[in-house]
């Protein structure tokens, strides 16, 4: 069974990312968790956003929240933010969608347009 | 919500909005006695009398982006509809407490469900705030501190996800064996 001394490995192996971390640009997936959020699905989008980020150990990658955005209709959304680069903001994900983003957008670089608000206003 | 665990998680960012720096997640059951209590606590900012007597309006809210506030709303159906019920007590300047109750083996019961996914979810999103999982049933007791993982984790950040991860299968791991089938609803699935 897991014990919290597991941690100190963890502790370790992140003080040599987090030391070439500075190098590379930050990316930054937030994904919306007040109570619209929340309903519609967006724990298991967020569980999914690190587990995937985890396992492939993206260096540069954080996952995070924030409140209601004002879109509760098209929830769960995440929005990714990168260094340099427009927003990116995704519509009615679910964990199944956030293996493709994960795969295509932070990894390969290119969003994943029709998971985007941009094609579901069209 | 589907799930109890998702209420908790809903009413946690009300203790996290707060400003709270410690919030506290104890989920308490006795089957003999079919009770089942779940508390959050926090330290943040509290609120006053008029402010609390709102909070049960779905039509109250202290936010200017939109004109209702469900959270507390849902979480105490939750509880009336297995005859239960929800309390709010707060104090400015010294932080709030919200109990709900609920009947075990109720037919409205809705699914605990994944609580390892909210202590964790919560833990990720804000690491800069202390939380207390305690997880108590039949006498038998969990208790999660991050304020232990930070003495170990050092200048690393909870926010990390390979820590995060680490909490979720840790959460997992020590508490599945004392989920009792209650804990599934109403309607034990097959």
Same mark, same amino acid.
Do not use: W
């Given at each position: 069974m897991k014990s919290l001394a597991e941690l100190a490995a963890i502790r370790d192996k992140m003080r040599q990312t987090v030391a070439t971390r500075d190098d590379k640009a930050s990316v930054r997936v937030v994904v919306g968790m007040a109570t619209c959020g929340i309903a519609a699905g967006a724990r298991p989008v967020l569980n999914a956003f690190?587990?995937?980020?985890?396992?492939?150990?993206?260096?540069?990658?954080?996952?995070?929240?924030?409140?209601?955005?004002?879109?509760?209709q098209y929830e769960p959304v995440v929005e990714v933010y990168e260094e340099g680069k427009e927003k990116v903001t995704y519509v009615k994900m679910d964990p199944a969608k956030v293996a493709r983003v994960v795969s295509e957008h932070l990894v390969g670089g290119t969003p994943v347009a029709e998971y985007t608000v941009g094609t579901i206003s069209k | 919500m589907q799930e109890l665990s998702l209420n908790?998680?809903?009413? @946690?960012?009300?203790? %996290?909005? @707060?400003n709270a720096s410690l919030i506290g997640i104890k989920v308490e059951a006795d089957t003999a006695a079919e009770r089942l209590i779940i508390t959050i606590t926090?330290?943040?900012?509290?609120?006053?009398?008029? &402010?609390?007597?709102?909070v049960m309006d779905p039509f109250y809210t202290t936010r200017k982006t939109r004109k209702v506030g469900l959270g507390i709303s849902f979480f105490?159906? @939750?509880?009336?509809?297995?005859?239960?019920?929800?309390?709010?007590?707060?104090e400015l300047g010294k932080g709030t407490r919200v109990t709900a109750w609920f009947t075990l083996g109720h037919i409205d019961l809705a699914p605990v469900g994944d609580l390892e996914g909210t202590v964790t979810s919560l %833990?990720?999103?804000?690491?800069?705030?202390?939380?207390?999982?305690?997880?108590?049933?039949?006498?038998?007791?969990f208790e999660?501190?991050?304020?232990?993982?930070?003495?170990?984790?050092?200048e690393v950040s909870l926010a990390e996800?390979? %820590? @995060?991860?680490?909490?979720?299968?840790?959460?997992?791991?020590? &508490?599945?064996?004392?989920?009792?089938?209650?804990?599934?609803?109403?309607?034990?699935?097959?």
């Open positions: 690190t587990e995937d980020v985890a396992r492939r150990a993206l260096e540069n990658v954080m996952v995070t929240q924030t409140g209601c955005i004002g879109i509760c | 908790i998680l809903d009413i @946690a960012q009300n203790s %996290v909005r @707060a926090d330290n943040g900012c509290g609120m006053s009398a008029e &402010t609390v007597a709102g105490r159906l @939750a509880a009336q509809q297995t005859g239960g019920d929800l309390t709010v007590e707060s %833990v990720q999103c804000n690491p800069d705030i202390d939380f207390v999982y305690t997880l108590c049933v039949d006498g038998q007791t999660m501190d991050t304020r232990d993982m930070r003495a170990i984790l050092g996800p390979q %820590v @995060a991860l680490f909490i979720r299968e840790y959460l997992t791991e020590n &508490t599945q064996e004392m989920i009792p089938p209650e804990f599934h609803g109403g309607i034990i699935p097959k």
